[in-house]
């Protein structure tokens, strides 16, 4: 636990210094988790029976990273209004990486379907994720002021992180009955009830924030929505937490990896936090986080 917690404050600091300075930090951030993510869930799913085939969807993700900090660069000239990273050119990468990896299971070393068939599901788990990641804060970064970046940004970690502290605490002293047993022995239903009060409670102190003094938002917005926010996407983010929890089981591994010494990897520590980061983007297009 005292290693968990030593780890933890670090981690905690520096993603806020990421979303507060915004710009080359954040995205090299979201560059270091998108590729971090990727690696893990490849070596865990393919291991190192097919090196040329485990290394597509590395690839695949250094490409995405790349295109991703290309477009952020041409942001930056406020005359050029060209969006490399668009859904057609996505697709367009992802289907050419799908033919290199049919191509390296059917004749390199050690290809096998199976090891396809785990190939092809991280451009889904956890390089889809990512990709949203990269759209939010590509649209945040052109279209929205500071304070309504970093409350878009607190939305997708704060409510996450909140409702997976009060479920592990909580449901440790009071949980009783077994959320899913078979694959995550030690989640309860008390904590998951916990985690969803969490996540409202999160988005509460989200809202707080943004129409406070400090970012100084405008007009107040609508508490009730951003607690209904909240709450949704705690819900989504123990779908995600359950999700890794499958995967890891269907494998047979602790965790996805090594680096964070107390959580594991760095998927381990983002897991539900991915899962949230489509529905995020989807209510900040669709105006929900607007501080107006």
């Excluded at 788990?125 to 759209?135: A, D, E, G, R, T």
């Excluded at 309504?148 to 009783?176: C, H, I, N, Q």
């Excluded at 924030?209 to 209904?228: T, V, W």
């Excluded at 959580?263 to 381990?268: E, L, Q, W």
Aim: glycine content about 8%; some cysteine; proline content about 4%.
């Amino acid at each position: 636990m005292k290693t968990r917690i030593l780890v933890a404050v670090p981690l905690i600091l520096f993603v806020m210094l990421a979303i507060l300075c915004q710009g080359w930090v954040l995205a090299l951030f979201a560059v270091a988790v998108g590729i971090s993510c990727t690696f893990e869930v490849t070596r865990a799913l393919c291991g190192k029976k097919a090196p040329l085939l485990s290394a597509v969807p590395i690839c695949l993700a250094v490409c995405l990273a790349a295109l991703f900090c290309l477009d952020m660069a041409l942001r930056q000239d406020p005359a050029n209004s060209a969006a490399l990273f668009h859904p057609e050119l996505i697709l367009l990468i992802i289907m050419a990486a799908a033919a290199i990896a049919f191509v390296a299971a059917m004749f390199a070393r050690g290809g096998t379907f199976s090891g396809l068939q785990n190939v092809l599901f991280t451009f889904v788990y956890p390089q889809l994720l990512v990709i949203f990641f990269y759209l939010l804060i590509l649209d945040l970064q052109s279209d929205a002021s500071y304070a309504e970046t970093v409350t878009a940004l607190l939305m997708l970690f704060v409510p996450s992180a909140l409702s997976d502290t009060l479920a592990y605490f909580w449901g440790r002293k009071f949980g009783r009955t077994k959320l899913c047993p078979v694959i995550s022995p030690n989640k309860t239903v008390a904590g998951s009830v916990a985690g969803l009060v969490g996540g409202a409670i999160g988005a509460l102190l989200v809202y707080l924030l943004a129409f406070s003094q400090i970012l100084g938002a405008g007009r107040p917005g609508n508490a009730a929505l951003y607690m209904l926010g909240g709450f949704l996407l705690a819900f989504l983010s123990q779908i995600g937490d359950l999700a890794a929890s499958y995967i890891k089981r269907a494998v047979d591994i602790k965790d996805f990896g090594r680096l964070l010494p107390g959580h594991g990897g760095v998927m381990d520590r983002v897991d539900s936090t991915l899962f949230v980061a489509p529905p995020v983007y989807l209510l900040t297009t669709l105006g929900l986080f607007a501080l107006v």
